[in-house]
């Protein structure tokens, strides 16, 4: 039997008192609340954690079982009815008794996830925002704490190969997961950390505002309302990019403008002299030939934005970054740091935000330069895109007419 110590240590993380044990059922008080557990789930538990090759913090595995955290992504109609007839959603296979069910956190998981001296900040940040609603109840169950917490669970029977292969039992919840999304059309996605798996394009601090002196294009402030209030950070990044890209064409025509008028204006030119209007062509050939993407994104910054004003910004998100920008870093399998020098700053801005974007949209098997949703890779964009967002905001402001009032 289970002692009290025992369990005050398994769950230590959640900083228990007053524990007593009657008729097998533990209590104590967390946060103020009443919780009871079993003597039979820390039984459980300890058997689970006696078995070698736990996979990460955000799953766990034991001989005929798997079960890994997931989260709902987007706030569609269907979200909300996915559990509308009951908290859980089972798939069985009555050939082989498989059995793969989506329901809050189990008991034994929770464990896993207290029975330490850190608990990961975003885990107990989720337990918490379910703690106000459990106040009025006498006595809740361990699991009612962080019943906001989903998860996939694999059972596998006992006779079967898969048993003890936790590969093949992950690799059963991953496919469970893609045929309940195609059902229900909710994308269910597999908490790879516990550090904030949502990422979204990060507001600023609240700031009074004045009344507008100036009217925006309309379809600019779109791609940048959807920017801010995506819930996908690739979709944020993309919808930025695509302000810069409005630019684009306007941006490279007046470069070929003015040199198209230079010989335009020449005193030796004539719409009769074949050589001349020769070369008039070879200049737009050239120029048609150098124009790529890159380069009218380069062009776009030269003629749009303040040099200075972009160089302080980014000098001051290095402070509060720790020099993100001005250290070189692998990104998406390139070496990439800003260079804030008169002549590089330009060049460099350009071909990091063109280096992302190209990793968002394109997709090549075997290429390093790709972005996996899910993956991690967010972290990466939610740090980028700070500075997309505040070259388009410059954009948006430069491109705005101003009021007659």
């Given at each position: 039997?289970i002692?009290?110590d025992?369990?005050?240590?398994?769950?230590?993380?959640?900083?228990?008192?007053?524990f007593e044990?009657?008729?097998?059922?533990?209590?104590?008080?967390i946060a103020?609340?009443?919780?009871?557990v079993?003597a039979?789930?820390?039984?459980?538990?300890?058997?689970i954690?006696?078995?070698?090759?736990q996979g990460?913090?955000?799953?766990?595995?034991?001989?005929?079982?798997?079960?890994?955290?997931?989260?709902?992504?987007?706030?569609?109609?269907n979200?909300?009815?996915?559990?509308r007839?009951?908290?859980?959603i089972?798939?069985?296979h009555e050939?082989?008794?498989?059995v793969?069910e989506?329901?809050p956190?189990?008991?034994k998981?929770?464990?896993?996830?207290t029975d330490?001296d850190?608990?990961?900040?975003?885990f107990r940040?989720?337990s918490?925002?379910r703690?106000p609603?459990?106040?009025?109840k006498e006595?809740?169950?361990?699991?009612?704490?962080?019943?906001r917490i989903?998860?996939?669970?694999?059972f596998?029977?006992?006779?079967h190969?898969f048993?003890s292969n936790?590969?093949?039992?992950?690799s059963?919840?991953?496919?469970?997961?893609?045929?309940?999304?195609?059902g229900?059309g909710v994308a269910l996605?597999?908490v790879?950390?516990?550090?904030?798996?949502?990422?979204?394009l990060?507001?600023r601090r609240?700031?009074?505002v004045q009344?507008?002196?100036r009217?925006?294009?309309?379809e600019?402030?779109?791609?940048?309302q959807m920017a801010?209030g995506?819930?996908s950070?690739i979709?944020s990044?993309?919808?930025l990019?695509?302000?810069l890209?409005?630019f684009f064409t306007a941006?490279s025509?007046?470069?070929l403008?003015?040199?198209?008028?230079e010989h335009l204006?020449a005193?030796?030119?004539?719409h009769?002299?074949?050589?001349?209007?020769?070369?008039l062509?070879?200049?737009?050939r050239?120029?048609?030939?150098?124009?790529?993407e890159?380069?009218?994104?380069?062009?776009?910054?030269?003629q749009h934005?303040?040099?200075e004003?972009l160089?302080?910004?980014?000098?001051e998100?290095d402070?509060?970054?720790?020099?993100?920008?001005?250290v070189?870093?692998?990104?998406?399998?390139?070496?990439?740091?800003i260079?804030?020098?008169d002549?590089?700053i330009?060049?460099?801005?350009?071909?990091?935000i063109?280096?992302?974007?190209?990793?968002?949209?394109?997709n090549?098997e075997?290429?390093i330069?790709?972005?996996i949703p899910f993956?991690?890779?967010?972290k990466?964009l939610?740090?980028e895109?700070p500075l997309?967002?505040?070259?388009?905001?410059?954009l948006?402001?430069k491109?705005?007419k101003?009021i007659?009032?």
């Amino acid at each position: 039997m289970i002692s009290a110590d025992q369990a005050a240590s398994i769950l230590r993380a959640l900083s228990p008192s007053k524990f007593e044990i009657v008729d097998g059922i533990f209590r104590c008080q967390i946060a103020g609340v009443t919780v009871s557990v079993p003597a039979a789930e820390f039984e459980e538990y300890q058997k689970i954690k006696a078995l070698p090759n736990q996979g990460t913090d955000t799953s766990l595995y034991a001989a005929g079982y798997f079960e890994h955290a997931i989260e709902l992504q987007g706030r569609g109609p269907n979200s909300y009815r996915l559990f509308r007839d009951s908290d859980e959603i089972t798939l069985k296979h009555e050939q082989t008794g498989f059995v793969v069910e989506i329901s809050p956190i189990s008991t034994k998981f929770i464990m896993f996830l207290t029975d330490t001296d850190t608990m990961h900040r975003d885990f107990r940040r989720l337990s918490m925002m379910r703690r106000p609603i459990l106040r009025g109840k006498e006595e809740v169950l361990l699991a009612d704490l962080f019943a906001r917490i989903l998860s996939i669970k694999v059972f596998a029977p006992e006779n079967h190969q898969f048993f003890s292969n936790s590969k093949q039992l992950r690799s059963i919840a991953d496919a469970s997961l893609y045929n309940i999304s195609y059902g229900y059309g909710v994308a269910l996605v597999p908490v790879k950390s516990w550090e904030r798996s949502l990422h979204f394009l990060e507001g600023r601090r609240r700031e009074a505002v004045q009344f507008p002196l100036r009217t925006y294009n309309h379809e600019l402030v779109a791609y940048y309302q959807m920017a801010i209030g995506g819930e996908s950070l690739i979709l944020s990044y993309l919808a930025l990019y695509k302000i810069l890209e409005y630019f684009f064409t306007a941006a490279s025509e007046h470069l070929l403008h003015q040199k198209i008028v230079e010989h335009l204006v020449a005193p030796d030119f004539s719409h009769t002299k074949v050589g001349k209007l020769r070369e008039l062509a070879k200049v737009v050939r050239k120029f048609d030939q150098k124009m790529d993407e890159r380069r009218m994104l380069q062009t776009v910054f030269e003629q749009h934005i303040d040099k200075e004003a972009l160089r302080l910004w980014i000098e001051e998100f290095d402070k509060e970054n720790s020099g993100y920008f001005s250290v070189e870093r692998d990104l998406f399998g390139e070496p990439s740091r800003i260079d804030t020098s008169d002549n590089q700053i330009f060049p460099t801005v350009g071909a990091r935000i063109y280096h992302i974007r190209n990793a968002l949209v394109h997709n090549k098997e075997g290429e390093i330069s790709r972005f996996i949703p899910f993956s991690g890779q967010e972290k990466i964009l939610a740090k980028e895109a700070p500075l997309l967002r505040r070259i388009s905001e410059e954009l948006i402001l430069k491109s705005g007419k101003d009021i007659q009032l």
